[in-house]
């Protein structure tokens, strides 16, 4: 092997060396999750925390069902660490005309440092998208899907939303 061949070899390598450092980097906690503090003044309102939404088209798009959620309480209220139960679920809190990052499946994406707050008196919705050609043709039948969030409110620290239904073709 001459002196020029060798060098492009030992090149490339290094260049694949520094490549995976920084991809393993990227996924090894560089990213926090969110601390959500408690606060004896917040208080989550929820107007309901299941929905049976019958038959959902394999073909008819993406699925959105709005849980609506409220602060009643006289501090702020903090919500972080949205996540659902599978990777054809998204959620979402959204906030007037602002809607946060879209989060997905517990454990399949790095965690994030983002919250969302709702001001006292204010209300919200956790938005779930589910997308029932997810699994393919054969993903057809009943489904259960959750939405999970923290809170700063000490009674409801942690909640979890769902909804369920069959996907038909």
Not at 80 to 97: E, P, R, V
Request: hydrophobic residues 35%; neutral net charge; charged residues 15%.
């Amino acid at each position: 092997m001459n002196t020029k061949t060798l060098f492009v070899v030992m090149a490339i390598t290094m260049l694949g060396i520094a490549g995976l450092a920084i991809l393993v980097s990227s996924f090894s906690g560089s990213s926090t999750k969110a601390t959500v503090s408690k606060t004896s003044g917040a208080k989550i309102s929820i107007d309901h925390t299941s929905k049976i939404v019958g038959n959902i088209g394999y073909s008819k798009g993406i699925l959105y069902h709005s849980f609506p959620i409220k602060n009643v309480g006289t501090d702020n209220l903090e919500i972080a660490n949205i996540a659902t139960s599978c990777m054809c679920t998204k959620a979402f809190l959204k906030t007037g005309d602002n809607d946060g990052p879209n989060f997905g499946m517990k454990g399949m994406s790095a965690p994030s440092s983002w919250k969302g707050v709702l001001k006292p008196g204010e209300k919200g919705e956790i938005i779930a998208a589910f997308d029932p050609a997810y699994h393919g043709p054969q993903g057809t039948g009943q489904v259960t899907r959750s939405v999970s969030f923290e809170t700063s409110d000490p009674d409801n620290p942690y909640v979890e939303v769902m909804f369920e239904g069959e996907v038909i073709k």
